[in-house]
């Protein structure tokens, strides 16, 4: 039983793994990259998955989604492309490394940053956010949810907030796309980090940055475009300047149908799904003597993620025996999200998380929550 979806998703629709497997073996060329029928054919489909990605989130211009391997890499780019030295970043104790780490080594460069402490429930303060602006602050940096305890973050008000103070919005989209609709245009964002691989469905291996018309970026790579190749500067047209080097294909058709598949069953009726398992585990978990559940206590003002501790208990311990004994995969320790857990009050132990996916079941739930309780009943 996979219950680690926010490390990514599995199993992913069969139309993913089918599509992916149609383009290597039939398809085959690199986009952009010659004159040829299986070139050819590779950059129509390049387009139509850029199209498609546009479409899901609202963007108006699919040349401003940038494919990227994962969400780190659209986080770096993002990061490493906008700022300078002596600009002012505001972000959250609620964020990942892939956001922390890029910041700390711009931080080195002369880049100031403000972590602003999330509550003790991993919610933000849209007004703690806006008292931390400086006239130098050139960016607001937040993930829409948390992956440590699910947490919503506010992410209208907070956009409002960097938009009358003339920032860039940066969104990490890594737990939230794919379960709650995100409206690029409406919300105003500017930059937007998203995996292909966690809610979306896609391959490993796939990812994207939108970048809005009003952010002048400076890519992170330079390599080969298939365009401009007589000039030796990296060439800044979107989106080509921004993906240099052969495209994962097969990974970015993948992505598409696993939308496709999204668009289908509806993102609702699979956020519905994915909810009604967390509020049946939590109502589990919450009978067990000693078990704390981390997080808002309302469910409407979390998703895709239900993280737990057990007072006495090593959660990696517990984790071990439920993948040997039980075959269930969950993930214990800090997620990568260090600072989150000084705000949840779990650090340094981290806590249990689990993470349901769109063919989980409510009898794989109870079947959890009652492995739960005879592991420990063995401690
Ligand atoms: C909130 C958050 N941001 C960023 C990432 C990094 O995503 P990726 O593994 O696609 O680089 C993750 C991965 O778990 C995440 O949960």
């Known amino acids: 039983m996979y219950l680690d979806n926010a490390a990514t998703t599995y199993p992913k629709p069969d139309s993913v793994y089918e599509r992916v497997l149609h383009t290597m073996r039939e398809v085959g060329g690199s986009p952009g990259r010659g004159g040829h029928r299986r070139s050819l054919e590779g950059g129509r489909l390049l387009f139509q998955a850029r199209e498609a990605v546009a479409d899901f989130f609202a963007i108006s211009d699919s040349s401003r989604v940038l494919f990227t391997h994962n969400a780190t890499e659209a986080l770096n780019v993002a990061l490493h492309g906008v700022l300078v030295p002596g600009d002012h970043v505001i972000t959250t104790s609620m964020e990942h490394n892939s956001l922390l780490r890029p910041l700390n080594s711009l931080a080195a460069t002369g880049v100031e940053v403000t972590i602003v402490p999330a509550a003790a429930n991993g919610v933000v303060s849209v007004e703690d956010i806006r008292r931390a602006l400086r006239p130098q602050t050139r960016m607001i940096a937040v993930s829409h949810v948390s992956n440590v305890c699910g947490a919503i973050q506010p992410l209208a008000e907070l956009a409002e907030v960097s938009r009358a103070a003339g920032t860039f919005f940066l969104v990490d989209g890594a737990q939230s ?10 919300l105003g964002i500017d930059l937007l980090a998203v995996p292909g691989h966690k809610g979306l469905l896609g391959p490993v291996g796939t990812g994207f940055l939108y970048v809005a018309p009003s952010v002048s970026l400076r890519p992170l790579l330079q390599g080969g475009t298939g365009t401009n190749s007589t000039e030796l500067n990296q060439p800044l047209v979107m989106p080509d300047g921004f993906e240099a080097g052969t495209h994962n294909l097969p990974g970015i058709v993948g992505l598409q149908a696993g939308l496709d598949f999204i668009l289908n069953r509806g993102i609702t009726a699979l956020h519905d799904h994915k909810q009604a398992l967390l509020c049946q585990a939590q109502q589990a978990l919450s009978r067990i003597p000693g078990v ?3 997080g808002p206590a309302d469910p409407a003002e979390r998703c895709a993620v239900l993280s737990f501790s057990v007072a006495g208990v090593d959660g990696s311990r517990l984790a071990t025996e439920l993948d040997q004994d039980y075959d269930i995969a969950v993930r214990a320790g800090l997620h990568c999200a260090p600072l989150a857990h000084g705000t949840l ?28 309780v005879q592991c420990l009943a063995k401690f």
């Open 345 to 372: 009050g779990t650090f340094p132990a981290g806590t249990l998380r689990i993470s349901p996916g769109w063919s989980t079941t409510g009898e794989e739930i109870a079947f959890f929550s009652d492995a739960v």
């Open 177 to 186: 796309a794919g379960y709650l609709p995100l409206d690029v245009t409406r």
């Open 292 to 294: 704390t559940i981390h």
